[in-house]
């Protein structure tokens, strides 16, 4: 198992415009290819524009097909655009992170 952790970071005052897009526009046909995060959350203290995701994939292969139909899909590459021309992102951080042994899966 791997988790793909993303921050993204959304110009002050604009997070709440953001996620309502995301939202109208991206979450059903995000997660109809990914499947449901174990994490989709805003941040509360420190860096308050920002918020996180985690996904959950069995591998890097099947990341990577997941992702590979996201990009494919014409309803996604329509929210992409969408959030483009809103530019409310600046920022986005993203870290592959495996189990330790101990965690267990």
């Given at each position: 198992?791997?988790?793909?952790?993303?921050?993204?970071?959304?110009?002050?005052?604009?997070?709440?415009?953001?996620?309502a897009l995301y939202e109208a526009n991206g979450w059903e046909i995000q997660s109809k290819?990914?499947?449901?995060?174990?994490?989709?959350?805003?941040?509360?203290?420190?860096?308050?524009?920002?918020?996180?995701?985690?996904?959950?994939?069995?591998?890097?292969?099947?990341?990577?097909?997941?992702?590979?139909?996201?990009q494919a899909d014409p309803a996604w590459k329509r929210y992409l655009e969408l959030s483009?021309?809103?530019?409310?992102?600046?920022?986005?951080?993203?870290?592959?992170?495996?189990?330790?042994?101990?965690?267990?899966?």
């Open positions: 198992m791997i988790l793909d952790h993303r921050i993204y970071t959304c110009r002050p005052g604009t997070i709440r415009k953001h996620l290819h990914l499947g449901r995060p174990i994490v989709y959350a805003a941040v509360e203290t420190g860096d308050v524009n920002s918020y996180v995701h985690i996904w959950v994939y069995e591998n890097a292969a099947d990341r990577d097909a997941k992702r590979a139909a996201l483009a021309e809103a530019g409310y992102l600046v920022k986005q951080e993203n870290r592959i992170l495996k189990p330790v042994p101990f965690f267990g899966t």
